[in-house]
């Protein structure tokens, strides 16, 4: 019996607005506060969703940032399990740049800040494409 499977995928640039005059702080270097105030190299989200000839999916993220927050977690779990897409079924790849906003709440602050925000902002993209 052949399988048929759907893909679909999409490429974000989620690099924050960035000048001297706003500049945003890094995670990821410990008591050593860093700040963009430009962006040499952009930041970007990937997603993937496969659906087999079972209707069984199949979410892949992958993004630029340090890491995936459990709030952000648990926001993607639940919308995806109104939708039918189980956790268990639901990939998130951090490639932990040091070159990013804070996207880990229970850090240490010595690591720098959260920015909930653009943290929330990630979320809502993969739920608006990809889940609802």
Same mark, same amino acid.
């Given at each position: 019996?052949?399988?048929?499977?759907?893909?679909?995928?999409?490429q974000?640039?989620?690099?924050?607005?960035?000048?001297? !005059?706003?500049?945003? /702080?890094? +995670?990821?270097?410990?008591?050593?506060?860093?700040?963009?105030?430009? #962006?040499?190299?952009? $930041? %970007?989200?990937?997603?993937?969703?496969?659906?087999?000839?079972?209707?069984?999916?199949?979410?892949?993220?992958?993004?630029?940032?340090?890491g995936?927050?459990?709030?952000?977690?648990?926001?993607?779990?639940?919308q995806?399990? !109104?939708?039918?897409? /189980?956790? +268990?079924?639901?990939l998130?790849?951090?490639?932990?740049?040091?070159? #990013?906003?804070?996207? $880990? %709440?229970?850090?240490?602050?010595?690591?720098?800040?959260?920015?909930?925000?653009?943290?929330?902002?990630?979320?809502?993209?993969?739920?608006?494409?990809?889940?609802?």
């Amino acid at each position: 019996m052949e399988s048929v499977y759907k893909c679909a995928f999409l490429q974000f640039d989620i690099t924050p607005n960035v000048s001297p !005059e706003k500049p945003v /702080l890094l +995670q990821g270097f410990f008591e050593r506060p860093r700040s963009a105030t430009a #962006a040499a190299i952009p $930041l %970007s989200m990937e997603l993937c969703l496969l659906e087999d000839s079972n209707c069984t999916k199949l979410l892949i993220v992958s993004a630029d940032i340090f890491g995936f927050d459990e709030m952000t977690v648990n926001t993607i779990y639940h919308q995806a399990a !109104e939708w039918g897409l /189980l956790p +268990q079924n639901i990939l998130l790849s951090a490639s932990h740049p040091h070159n #990013a906003p804070g996207t $880990l %709440s229970k850090l240490p602050k010595a690591y720098g800040p959260f920015y909930e925000g653009y943290a929330k902002q990630l979320s809502n993209i993969i739920i608006e494409y990809f889940i609802v």
